[in-house]
């Protein structure tokens, strides 16, 4: 089963609110949804950008021999264009897509089985691997249930873990250039 026209569902969301709050013309609709729809892409697609920080904080990991694997979840067409945006296919070693993992007949996060794949292209174990994210269940629950040494939840707003949460994250950070301190303290064996 092939992925959805993300272009094309989108335009005919546009379309069906248009015609849901108007009485324009269904072709003068159309038009004006598919109007809507490039600007929209376009204008979405101009904010993803790595902070200088980040993309420095990436370079710094990856001149300490630590290998970088981006798994992200959703439509491959969608996640694609995000990633070329922000150039983080120059700033890492390697990328997995959720979409392209399941039009392969695999899974997204938070299955085991694509954490198993990012250690593998990494060239380590799960005990060697450390899951950085900002999805509780997706990045924090599902990398602990694959068995990472660690797993850093990036909680810029401060949300509290989910009420009788089962799984805790190692560390809690508001802003992911903290994770060298953390790397270095794993390193280090203090802790946590």
Known sequence: MGQVDVEEWRTGLWLQALQAQSSVVLEEAAATAAALQRRFCTSRIE?????????????????????????????????????EACGARNLVDYVIIGGDEVAAGRYEKPHRSIY?????????????????????????????????????????????????????????????????ALIDQLNAGLPR
């Open 47 to 83: 904010a993803f950008r790595f902070l200088p920080a980040v993309a420095s904080m990436l370079g710094t990991l990856r001149s300490s021999c630590l290998t970088t694997v981006i798994i992200t979840n959703g439509h491959s067409d969608v996640q694609a264009s995000k990633l």
């Open 116 to 180: 198993d794949r990012a250690c593998q292209l990494a060239g380590c174990t799960p005990d060697q691997a450390i899951m950085v994210g900002d999805n509780y269940i997706c990045d924090v629950v599902g990398g602990q249930e694959a068995g990472l040494l660690a797993t850093v939840w990036i909680n810029e707003t401060g949300k509290a873990v989910p009420e009788g949460a089962a799984v805790m994250p190692t560390f809690t950070v508001s802003s992911v250039v903290e994770l060298p």
